[in-house]
């Protein structure tokens, strides 16, 4: 049956993208700890703060005012929609051209005295190439969502995973088939991603808005204004997203220095860091391309309904989605405590891996919801509030990481992402319960689901009781999630429809 609402419509396909990415880059993962090793994958690790950084300042702020504005836009004005598209392009295209040069021309002092690691002083200069495409791209995104199109956004997503992967593969079988290739292989496969998708981006984007020449001229709205009014809603947006990028790559510099001081050996502490952000921790998030594409759609779809006035539009979509985000977590929880020391290891063979995963699995109902419920505050108008809570939470991550990390290690890692979580859905919830009733019940989002995936996982151990291998791992996976699906079909389906 064909669904006519634009949230679940886009959601599945943006889902069915960010699955198939992940797969990708799963298999990327994978192929990386084993092409570049541990240590390779730990240096390249280092550099995504400095580029979040970058693209925080250049673009996020701003495609997400083009995507609440696009929105805000009457159905039948084409050519205002264009303007504000045109004017955030000219705003981040800018501010991105002057990150490019501080990123190329400084990159050994940023990595010598900010990463400490002068081994990163190539990744940045590479990856400096890709911000002004990133710039474009990201606000012919937020065009795209800001009109719930999901097609395009998936596509490209989609598209830059396999150019990303397969250049990356493309150099180790020509240029490092018999030398040993460093982290800047894998940096090269990614501005190589971002960069064919943009131009795909771009391709089809203007060949469908070419096909439709009809506009409204009614309503009209200047460049200056649009110019002014993008940046009363960006800069909370940007400054929430600077203030936060600069705390997590605090975050990300300080934790091998952390681990430094509870290993007492830099090659092990800078190993162990490439294992956590490289390979268990996207393993953790892969589930969240659910609640990913969920909360991308549910900013417009709030901000649409907020503007018309219809609250119980706000209602609906706000507690489905935390229902699904609160179901998805306590699954991904339980496959993870259950199956996450045989993954790590066999997949990446590398018994710490599974250790980790194994520890992280409490993570998972807590993170996923955090998405969700920021997104929700960002529909409602709320992003200075967003902005400060986040702050909170990140502050009190990077006080876990200096004060027990040193101490306890991973533990003390995990202490920090348990607390910071919970403070943020504490503090998120606070202001939701304000401004909307959101329906929740205990009995149905959370003891269900979790009495499902405790059947669904004793099904499982007792029809594979041991793994020795990928295959059986695989089919004990696949029966849990079958378990759970038809579990969920026979005593739940009417709690979570549609």
């Not at 990708?24 to 730990?42: C, D, P, Q, T, W």
């Not at 996020?60 to 005012?65: A, C, L």
């Not at 200047?222 to 009014?229: A, E, I, M, V």
């Not at 510099?253 to 090659?267: G, Q, R, T, W």
Request: hydrophobic share 50%; charged share 10%; net charge positive.
């Amino acid at each position: 049956m064909k669904t006519k609402n634009p949230l679940i419509k886009g959601t599945l396909i943006l889902t069915l993208a960010g699955i198939l990415s992940r797969i990708l880059g799963f298999y990327n993962r994978i192929f990386l700890s084993h092409f570049i090793g541990a240590k390779e994958v730990g240096i390249y690790q280092l550099i995504f703060p400095v580029y979040l950084l970058s693209f925080s300042i250049c673009c996020q702020g701003i495609e997400t005012s083009i995507s609440r504005m696009v929105a805000s836009c009457p159905a039948n004005n084409k050519k205002l929609r264009h303007r504000v598209l045109t004017t955030g392009i000219f705003l981040s295209f800018s501010l991105s051209i002057i990150a490019y040069f501080i990123l190329y021309f400084f990159a050994d002092s940023i990595s010598a005295n900010i990463l400490n690691e002068p081994g990163c002083a190539l990744c940045l200069k590479i990856i400096s190439f890709s911000i002004p495409f990133v710039s474009i791209k990201a606000c012919i995104l937020g065009y795209e969502l800001g009109m719930t199109h999901s097609v395009l956004p998936a596509s490209t997503q989609l598209i830059e995973q396999i150019i990303r992967v397969g250049s990356i593969y493309a150099l180790s079988i020509t240029m490092f088939s018999e030398k040993t290739a460093t982290a800047s292989v894998a940096t090269f496969g990614m501005v190589a991603g971002e960069i064919g998708s943009f131009f795909f981006l771009l391709f089809a984007f203007l060949k469908r808005e070419r096909k439709e020449r009809h506009f409204d001229d009614s309503h009209m709205i200047g460049y200056p204004s649009l110019f002014k009014q993008l940046l009363h809603d960006s800069i909370p947006l940007t400054s929430n997203r600077l203030v936060l990028t600069l705390l997590q790559s605090a975050e990300a510099v300080l934790i091998p220095s952390a681990f430094l001081a509870y290993y007492h050996n830099k090659d092990v502490s800078l190993e162990f860091y490439g294992v956590l952000t490289g390979m268990v921790m996207p393993f953790i998030y892969f589930p969240s391309a659910i609640t990913n594409s969920l909360s991308v759609m549910l900013l417009p779809t709030i901000s649409s309904a907020k503007a018309k006035k219809q609250d119980m539009a706000i209602l609906s979509a706000s507690s489905r989605s935390i229902y699904y985000s609160v179901l998805l977590g306590i699954f991904s929880c339980f496959l993870f405590l259950f199956y996450g020391k045989e993954l790590g290891f066999l997949l990446f063979h590398n018994k710490n891996a599974g250790e980790l995963l194994f520890m992280m699995s409490l993570i998972c109902p807590f993170t996923y919801l955090t998405t969700t419920l920021s997104s929700i505050l960002n529909g409602l108008g709320k992003m200075a509030r967003t902005f400060l809570h986040n702050m909170i939470s990140s502050a009190v991550m990077l006080g876990f990481v200096i004060l027990t990390i040193p101490v306890y290690g991973m533990k003390g890692f995990l202490w920090g992402l348990l607390a910071s979580d919970l403070i943020l859905i504490v503090l998120h919830l606070f202001v939701i319960l304000q401004s909307t009733k959101l329906r929740f019940n205990p009995y149905i989002a959370i003891v269900k689901p979790v009495f499902i995936a405790c059947i669904s996982g004793s099904l499982s151990f007792f029809a594979v009781p041991l793994v020795e291998n990928f295959y059986q791992l695989f089919m004990k996976c696949g029966i849990y999630g079958c378990s759970v699906l038809l579990f969920m079909f026979l005593f739940a389906r009417k709690d979570f429809s549609l």
